[in-house]
């Protein structure tokens, strides 16, 4: 249909055709297909850059694309020869590619003759791109060589370089010669995006990078994931990158940088204002480096994402970042599980996040010895995010106490939340029925997970009967344990202290009032 009215505008009487002259109907339609192919090709990947998108904005540029296409073709005129006879029209150019990919397949070595004609279209003159992906093949001294002088040749354009396992199962000799080759070959290009994750780089590893680290100065993107970053591999870092001004991302996860490596981090932190999306997560980082990084953290207005788990940050380094996460308004997800947090430092964390994060989507502190007196903070905190969509609070302590709390914040949640984990929490029937209401009819709920927790066969019916109509929101349940509440209740007695005797009495008295066996 497109093409038919892209033909009428090029042969029939309007504004347009008559300041530029018509074509007559078989070059118009020509021309019409070649621009609705162009159009579409532009606007399809317009769409893959916006995968979460509706498409609205890949429909308007497929329409805009076309209206410029067909007064392109007008203004050239028609293609004719001086005895009539019919030219072919110069065909219309699609999009330039701009992202040159080898990533995909299985993981395997390339040498040099592969090298050469999987690199071969970097080496087409007046190509476009400017992101590069040479993850998941492993480079070889031979192939290096090979994409030596195509990455010189191309170091002007390129703005991306996803460098990402790309020496797996090399000799660490060979390995080091051929991150120096790259790290030569890309000196001085003005990048935006470096990922040199999971290549095993230690100290030595990130020296062989120096020449391509100490030409950056506008970086917006560094990962360094799963690269066997130590303390003195941190360090080489913070002295090899002459500036951080620019950077909005930077990830550590999955290192063994422990504090001295936590602590030259923190000065790279320190001189990134513009940090949006900090990750330091698995890094064997304790109180020493939590501490600084912490500090650090604080002089970054703008963070937006914060992803410290699995760490030994403990309650004093828990306390001076609750300080530090009071700077930040902009925050939308915060990821701090498996810190050691008790219920001091979690108090003081959702205090400070709930009068600083309107915005918070996302929030993750499992695995932080949390109990009901905890809860009572965390629960203002949740009552208060109301666009919040994922709530991780799994092995705790929160019991049927804590429970009910989080399920009454929960409740007044409207329309966004999507998923919440509660599992391994010593919470039985009472507070696993509280959890359970306050979800079961949010409309865009997914999933609640109560695995691994003391409900009653009874209350696992019942549980299970509230889900009837939407089965799939209610996570699995084979690791509940029925017969856990004796365990639990003399734990209770066991632990119990004049400071719970309160919360104790309150949640007496809440359960006490509380029907199991109530619709209501």
């Known amino acids: 249909m497109l093409v038919e009215r892209i033909t009428n505008n090029l042969s029939s009487k309007s504004l347009f055709t008559q300041k530029y002259g018509s074509l007559n109907k078989e070059e118009a339609g020509e021309n019409a297909k070649e621009i609705e192919d162009a159009a579409f090709a532009s606007a399809s990947e317009h769409y893959e850059k916006e995968p979460d998108g509706d498409g609205s904005s890949a429909v308007q540029l497929y329409a805009k694309e076309c209206s410029k296409l067909i007064l392109e073709v007008l203004k050239r005129g028609p293609r004719t020869k001086e005895n009539g006879e019919l030219v072919k029209a110069e065909k219309i150019p699609g999009p330039h590619e701009t992202f040159f990919d080898i990533s995909k397949g299985l993981r395997a070595f390339i040498e040099a003759k592969e090298a050469q004609e999987l690199l071969s279209p970097l080496k087409e003159p007046g190509n476009s791109y400017t992101k590069i992906c040479f993850s998941n093949r492993s480079f070889g001294l031979d192939a290096a060589r090979i994409a030596e002088p195509i990455l010189l040749s191309l170091k002007g354009q390129l703005q991306e370089v996803d460098l990402s396992d790309f020496i797996a199962g090399r000799p660490e000799e060979e390995a080091l010669n051929v991150m120096n080759i790259f790290s030569a070959a890309l000196e001085g290009s003005l990048l935006r995006s470096l990922d040199l994750s999971n290549n095993a780089l230690g100290e030595k590893g990130?020296?062989?990078?120096?020449?391509?680290?100490?030409?950056?100065?506008?970086?917006?993107?560094?990962?360094?994931?799963?690269?066997?970053?130590?303390?003195?591999?941190?360090?080489?870092?913070?002295?090899?990158?002459?500036?951080?001004?620019?950077?909005?991302?930077?990830?550590?996860?999955?290192?063994?940088?422990?504090?001295?490596?936590?602590?030259?981090?923190?000065?790279?932190?320190?001189?990134?204002?513009?940090?949006?999306?900090?990750?330091?997560?698995?890094?064997?980082?304790?109180?020493?480096?939590?501490?600084?990084?912490?500090?650090?953290?604080?002089?970054?207005?703008?963070?937006?994402?914060?992803?410290?788990?699995?760490?030994?940050?403990?309650?004093?380094?828990?306390?001076?970042?609750?300080?530090?996460?009071?700077?930040?308004?902009?925050?939308?997800?915060?990821?701090?599980?498996?810190?050691?947090?008790?219920?001091?430092?979690?108090?003081?964390?959702?205090?400070?996040?709930?009068?600083?994060?309107?915005?918070?989507?996302?929030?993750?502190?499992?695995?932080?010895?949390?109990?009901?007196?905890?809860?009572?903070?965390?629960?203002?905190?949740?009552?208060?995010?109301?666009?919040?969509?994922?709530?991780?609070?799994?092995?705790?302590?929160?019991?049927?106490?804590?429970?009910?709390?989080?399920?009454?914040?929960?409740?007044?949640?409207?329309?966004?939340?999507?998923?919440?984990?509660?599992?391994?929490?010593?919470?039985?029937?009472?507070?696993?029925?509280?959890?359970?209401?306050?979800?079961?009819?949010?409309?865009?709920?997914?999933?609640?997970?109560?695995?691994?927790?003391?409900?009653s066969e009874e209350g696992i019916d019942e549980l299970k009967g509230m889900f009837k109509a939407s089965p799939d929101l209610l996570g699995s349940l084979d690791d509940n344990d029925p017969d856990g509440e004796e365990d639990d209740e003399a734990d209770d007695e066991k632990n119990s202290g004049d400071e719970d005797e309160g919360d104790e009495d309150e949640l007496g008295s809440k359960l006490k009032n509380l029907d199991v066996n109530s619709e209501e």
């Not at 990084?293 to 828990?318: I, Q, T, W, Y």
């Not at 696993?432 to 306050?438: E, T």
């Open 206 to 455: 990130v020296r062989a990078f120096g020449k391509l680290l100490k030409s950056q100065s506008s970086l917006e993107e560094l990962y360094l994931i799963n690269d066997g970053i130590s303390g003195e591999a941190a360090q080489a870092v913070c002295e090899l990158i002459p500036s951080t001004e620019k950077l909005r991302v930077l990830q550590f996860h999955n290192n063994m940088t422990g504090d001295e490596g936590a602590v030259a981090i923190s000065e790279i932190v320190k001189h990134s204002p513009l940090l949006e999306d900090f990750r330091c997560s698995s890094t064997r980082v304790d109180s020493v480096g939590a501490i600084a990084l912490s500090e650090a953290l604080g002089k970054c207005a703008h963070l937006k994402k914060l992803d410290l788990r699995d760490n030994m940050f403990g309650v004093e380094a828990g306390l001076v970042l609750s300080k530090a996460l009071l700077n930040h308004a902009n925050l939308t997800e915060v990821y701090l599980s498996y810190l050691n947090l008790e219920d001091e430092a979690t108090i003081a964390i959702a205090n400070a996040l709930k009068d600083s994060a309107p915005l918070l989507e996302v929030l993750e502190m499992a695995g932080n010895d949390i109990t009901a007196k905890g809860a009572l903070s965390l629960a203002e905190c949740i009552a208060a995010k109301k666009f919040l969509t994922k709530l991780n609070l799994a092995e705790n302590e929160l019991k049927d106490g804590g429970a009910i709390r989080i399920g009454k914040a929960v409740e007044e949640i409207q329309g966004q939340l999507m998923e919440v984990d509660m599992s391994n929490n010593l919470i039985r029937w009472a507070g696993a029925r509280v959890l359970a209401q306050a979800v079961v009819e949010k409309p865009e709920f997914k999933l609640l997970n109560l695995n691994g927790n003391f409900i």
